[in-house]
């Protein structure tokens, strides 16, 4: 595999992922006498592209069902694209089954929502650690409780406790423990997936500032999903707002929290909670957010759009430079 030094550390160009719903044999025989029914698609990420440089902390952002969760799976393997391409250092890694992509599989991990359910209740935290460097050869069998000890106690956890189940342990605790067994094969890239929502607020604080520590000491590059536009603002260089399924703007941090460029971001940034409510007036984004079953035509974010015109409705806008840094996929930033 050819890596481009120059190229990103992870880059999706036009990303798609469709879920398809197929119908069984009793619905394609109702189909057969009649019934209204058909196959349902539902399309999670359509045509997102994603550039992620090494080193760099990228937020991303959005409501519920955008697909966040599935955009991170497709960056970091565990689900196929439908279509469109993913490369590391440059270099094609598209098809997760490919050689290519299996030899800088173990450079990507990925760190899950729930601390609750995303640990094996039956296994002892020292083999959830250790699992995956012994089954990889990274260490010999031998080797397995020294170096457990060695990323417990990276993630703050007291290495004593490694012979002990996950119920067990607190929620943060369990929080550190999968971030342990992520740190355990010797990533790069780590895809944090909605990894403190969970987590009482004293509790998130400490593992955000794990995770900030962690870049600085191991020079991790992060992908951080969240809904937590504070949490985000605290600990992204650059921010990606993500609606059903599409980017619709990406910029620096500050840039973007200061002069936010797409109609939707100023709507989420005027949702935020304020420390003084009485002083500003509250206007939620109207409306609910479409199905991803039948999105909208044209701009998908329109029916909701206060700007919305004639060409939102039938166009999709294309997401391009706004500024130095600064992308946007909205017909207000179009040349005339």
């Not at 490369?87 to 098809?95: F, K, M, Q, R």
Request: charged share 20%; hydrophobic share 45%.
């Amino acid at each position: 595999m050819t890596q481009d030094a120059g190229a990103p550390l992870l880059e999706l160009r036009a990303a798609v992922r469709r879920f398809e719903h197929r119908l069984d044999i009793v619905a394609r025989l109702a189909g057969a006498l009649g019934a209204a029914v058909r196959e349902q698609v539902v399309h999670a990420v359509d045509h997102v592209d994603l550039a992620v440089q090494t080193g760099e902390v990228v937020g991303l952002v959005g409501e519920s069902g955008c697909g966040k969760s599935t955009l991170g799976r497709l960056a970091v393997g565990l689900l196929p694209l439908s279509s469109g391409e993913r490369l590391w250092h440059g270099a094609d890694v598209t098809d997760i089954r490919s050689a290519a992509a299996r030899a800088i599989q173990l450079r990507m991990q990925m760190v899950f929502q729930d601390p609750y359910s995303a640990l094996n209740p039956r296994m002892r935290v020292m083999d959830i650690v250790g699992e995956a460097p012994v089954a990889h050869a990274m260490i010999r069998r031998r080797q397995k409780i020294e170096y457990v000890g060695l990323q417990l106690n990276r993630v703050g956890l007291d290495p004593m406790l490694m012979r002990r189940y996950p119920h067990q342990f607190s929620g943060g605790q369990r929080a550190r423990i999968g971030i342990a067994r992520a740190l355990a094969v010797q990533p790069e890239f780590l895809v944090c997936d909605e990894a403190i929502a969970a987590l009482d607020v004293s509790v998130q604080a400490q593992v955000l500032n794990l995770f900030m520590d962690l870049r600085g000491a191991l020079a991790l590059t992060y992908l951080f999903i969240s809904h937590d536009l504070g949490v985000v603002e605290h600990i992204s260089d650059r921010v990606v707002i993500m609606y059903l399924g599409r980017a619709v703007e990406s910029a620096p941090t500050a840039e973007l929290f200061a002069s936010p460029a797409h109609p939707y971001t100023r709507a989420l940034l005027a949702e935020r909670g304020s420390v003084e409510p009485l002083k500003r007036t509250f206007v939620p984004i109207r409306g609910e957010i479409p199905s991803p079953l039948a999105p909208p035509s044209g701009c998908h974010f329109h029916p909701r759009c206060p700007h919305a015109m004639q060409v939102c409705r039938e166009t999709v806008p294309a997401l391009i430079d706004i500024a130095p840094g600064r992308r946007a996929a909205c017909h207000l930033h179009a040349a005339p």
